[in-house]
């Protein structure tokens, strides 16, 4: 997998290690901490896992999955950047916007409008992420009433990322990912687009 234009590689989570601080939203409602260790990332899905009464389940594929994410995050350095307003598809019970949202101006998140997934609304409602959940297939499916258009406005987010999601689509993503890079804005405000998937040599 290619490095987008406008990111600086690290070799290692190790590189992060050392810049946690605090941020306080203007209204002061909300203070986050930035993950700088797995371990920190860790106990955090643990604690958003509980809250969502999956623990006992689905808190497995976090634990399963965790480790790879963290370290994408810190080879693309997105644990210690700001990343000002962020759309992230499809996290599923991946934790990443919970990672990432101390170094974000807004953080929005799409995702499968399947109940599984609404047991993280109030986690999400909780940490100031916003939750829009729909059914992709309806929107870029070839289907005569597929709209092939995210509701976002254009040059809405300064990062997108898609972590792991695109394999499981069931239709042609051409569409999708055109309009990814049109809700994302141009260089030189906005420089990040990242899109994952499996065998992308980050495990």
């Known amino acids: 997998m290619g490095v987008p ?24 409602a909300l203070v986050f901490a930035i993950m700088t260790t797995e371990q920190d990332f860790s106990t955090l899905g643990e604690e958003i896992s509980r809250e969502a009464g999956v ?9 399963m999955h965790a480790p790879r994410l ?19 598809i499809g996290p599923f019970f991946g934790y990443t916007p919970f990672l990432l949202r101390p ?12 109940p599984v997934v609404h047991a993280l609304k109030a986690p999400y409602s909780k940490r100031g992420i916003e939750a829009l959940f729909a059914d992709l297939f ?15 406005a254009d040059s809405a987010f300064d990062t997108v990322l898609c972590w792991e999601t695109m394999e499981h689509f069931n239709f042609n ?30 495990d």
């Open 5 to 28: 234009v406008g990111l600086r590689m690290v070799n290692s989570a190790r590189q992060v290690q050392g810049i946690r601080r605090k941020l306080t939203a203007r209204k002061g």
């Open 138 to 152: 309806d929107s870029f499916g070839p289907t005569s009433g597929a709209a092939h258009r995210l509701p976002f």
């Open 55 to 63: 623990i006992d389940g689905l808190h497995h594929y976090f634990v």
């Open 173 to 202: 993503p051409v569409k999708f990912v055109r309009e990814l890079f049109r809700v994302l804005k141009p260089l030189p405000e906005g420089h990040r687009f990242i899109l994952g998937e499996r065998g992308s040599g980050i």
């Open 103 to 114: 170094n974000s101006d807004a953080y929005t998140i799409l995702e499968a409008d399947d």
């Open 70 to 88: 963290f370290k994408a995050c810190a080879v693309f350095g997105l644990l210690e950047k700001k990343l000002g307003r962020v759309l992230e």
